[in-house]
């Protein structure tokens, strides 16, 4: 991960600047830059991933135009190699340098044409103007406020804008921002039109998507490193990446002390993956000790994100006090596109479409920003194969009907699509445990249990009711969002709430989002 920012006023103030900017050195320690570009501010701290000498230095610079840019262009030798064609030279082997000419080529029609996880801001020396743009899932974060004269501000993490602005804002996945206005260049979750090309072909075809989203996210000048929790969706991250690359991969897993389910299920995959496998073991006092720097570096409240995210975070701290790893590929974004335990209840195709819909808009709020903020406060690069903008748009389109949980067994489609050539079929078929719950069914449960000594019940009444916005009703819950104001006051219209199953459907009018309450979770505690 890399980190950027830009102040868009001609007279920004660059200690301000250059204050807030440090906070956030750990998503870019190799080199910082800051530039004036006559009209405003840009800042690029580096974490080298692609092009690792100094010319991959940010900001890129051709004329009077610049770009900072945290993300990762797929295919960029090939618009690389027609760049240079139409006459471009390049100075770099960073994937990030052919964005200048490519905006000078396309104009805004760029950011559309893209393949590729991306935040970034672009100086338009020609006219003035700053533009700004974020990949359409939001796998790279980016958020803009206001200051004290209406001048609008972008950053990487809301740590950046505290100082500097009221209200912070998540940059909208899908949108480029320009003269003032934001523009939805592509919305991944509207679907035109459903296909059903009957079971098989479409598995054949998720299947060679999902492969090809792994591949590109292989092609990296830094060591990789992969999450692996025995789940399936890591899993086959892992089975594919092992597979494409021919060489024994470097395989992570963490778990509680005391009751880990999935650390045995990691093993048997590292095992038969014959990966070099690492598994770092943690105590209920490390979950405790650990959820302050959990939740400033989340920048959220909800209950869903922390819980998920202690197990994520401490396991990346030790990856990066231990090896050289730099980028980290991981199974999140399956859920959102063929359903978790809780859309098994979904009254009908239609509905579940819907839930899909929101959650692929919603993800940049919850998991996308667990696998940002806990892998890149330790200096690493996230890579999310099944966020794949071909892959999610192909099985957004498939006809609902048939990922609905008819089959006896959820995510169907993605485990017949694999099924008998990349893992076993204990491991492919193996139910779904939340990932909080798959470090230890204790992780929550300490979690609730310190809550619990924090507040009596007319203190939990006094305190929750003093928030009108995603209002805390259990004392976990109000303990996160007091430690989330400590770090980031009255910014809690960062999320728009706390994730939850949908509450409208039968059996999913639950008061806890773990998995673990619904009636269905059954052999996922397993």
């Known amino acids: 991960m890399c980190s950027i920012m830009g102040y868009c006023r001609k007279d920004a103030p660059l200690a301000a600047f ?42 890129f610079v051709r004329g009077r135009s610049m770009v900072v840019c945290n993300g990762e262009i797929y295919g960029f030798r090939r618009l690389r190699r027609s760049l240079e064609k139409a006459g471009y030279v390049f100075v770099s082997d960073s994937d990030c340098e052919l964005l200048l000419p490519l905006y000078r080529q396309l104009g805004t029609a760029m950011f559309a044409m893209l393949d590729a996880e991306f935040a970034m801001i672009l100086y338009d020396g020609e006219t003035g103007r700053f533009l700004a743009a974020r990949d359409p899932i939001g796998i790279r974060p980016l958020y803009y406020g206001y200051d004290d004269k209406g001048a609008i501000v972008f950053a990487s993490e809301p740590k950046n804008l505290l100082s500097l602005c009221a209200q912070i804002v998540p940059f909208p996945p899908g949108h480029y921002y320009a003269d003032g206005e934001f523009h939805c260049y592509r919305d991944l979750a509207q679907v035109s039109a459903f296909h059903d090309e009957g079971l098989e072909s479409i598995c054949s075809e998720i299947r060679t998507r999902l492969i090809r989203g792994v591949e590109k996210r292989l092609d990296a000048d830094a060591p990789l490193g992969f999450l692996l929790s025995g789940g399936l969706d890591s899993s086959l991250v892992c089975a594919i990446s092992a597979r494409l690359l021919d060489r024994p991969i470097r395989t992570f897993a963490i778990g509680m002390d005391t009751d880990a389910i999935d650390l045995k299920y990691a093993r048997a995959a590292a095992e038969h993956l014959h990966s070099e496998h690492h598994e770092v073991i943690i105590t209920k006092e490390d979950v405790i000790r650990a959820l302050p720097s959990v939740i400033e570096a989340l920048a959220t409240y909800d209950i869903t994100t922390i819980r998920a995210s202690i197990g994520m975070y401490l396991l990346c701290e030790w990856i990066h006090a231990h090896t050289d790893v730099r980028v980290l590929l991981t199974g999140e974004i399956s859920d959102e596109l063929f359903g978790y335990k809780y859309t098994d209840f979904a009254p009908d195709a239609q509905a579940f479409q819907t839930e899909s819909e929101k959650r692929i808009r919603e993800l940049h709020m919850y998991d996308v920003l667990r696998a940002d903020r806990c892998i890149s406060v330790h200096s690493m690069e996230a890579r999310v194969p099944f966020g794949d903008l071909a892959f999610v748009e192909y099985v957004m389109s498939i006809d609902p009907r048939r990922k609905m949980n008819v089959y006896g067994k959820g995510k169907y489609l993605l485990r017949h699509a694999f099924e008998g050539t990349y893992l076993p079929a204990d491991l492919l078929m193996r139910e779904k445990a939340a990932f909080s719950d798959a470090v230890g069914h204790s992780l929550r449960d300490e979690l609730q249990r310190y809550a619990e000594r924090c507040y009596s019940d007319a203190e939990f009444e006094t305190k929750r009711r003093q928030y009108t916005h995603a209002r805390p009703f259990t004392k976990e819950s109000l303990l996160y969002r007091e430690l989330f104001e400590s770090f980031y006051p009255g910014q809690s219209g960062m999320i728009s709430g706390f994730w939850m199953p949908n509450r409208d459907w039968a059996g999913c009018d639950v008061d806890d989002p773990s998995a673990r309450v619904l009636s269905n979770y059954g052999d996922s505690a397993k």
Do not use: Y
């Not at 440090?22 to 092009?51: C, E, Q, S, Y």
């Open 18 to 59: 250059e204050q807030a900017f440090a906070k956030t050195k750990t998503r870019g320690p190799d080199d910082t830059r800051i530039v004036d570009t006559g009209n405003g501010l840009l800042g690029f701290h580096r974490l080298a991933i692609m092009g690792l000498d100094e010319s991959g230095m940010q900001p």
